[in-house]
């Protein structure tokens, strides 16, 4: 059984006020609790992961060398929020209060 190195996913569905860009790659931490009320939490643009409506992403299945090289470059960059523990959480309304 192969490693995954991390779950990506592709935005097909953005608003305007979200930290998201259609048709661009993101990085899922795994999150069961925001699973089962039909959420992903995703690492956005601005740097941090918040959670997000699973329908706004298609999760990708990479071939392992993808993975690998993903997993590389965000090695290369050093500590991401993706390597953090995470904080609170805040829906995207309530963070642009």
Do not use: I, W
């Amino acid at each position: 059984m192969r490693r995954k190195y991390r779950q990506y996913a592709l935005c097909v569905q953005a608003e305007e006020d979200e930290d998201l860009q259609v048709r661009k790659l993101y990085e899922v931490l795994p999150d069961e609790l925001a699973a089962q009320r039909g959420h992903l939490r995703v690492v956005d643009d601005s740097g941090e992961d918040y959670l997000y409506p699973a329908g706004s992403f298609v999760l990708l299945d990479l071939p392992e060398e993808a993975e690998r090289a993903l997993h590389r470059v965000s090695k290369a960059r050093g500590p991401t929020p993706a390597n953090q523990a995470p904080e609170r959480v805040l829906p995207a309304a309530e963070r642009r209060r």
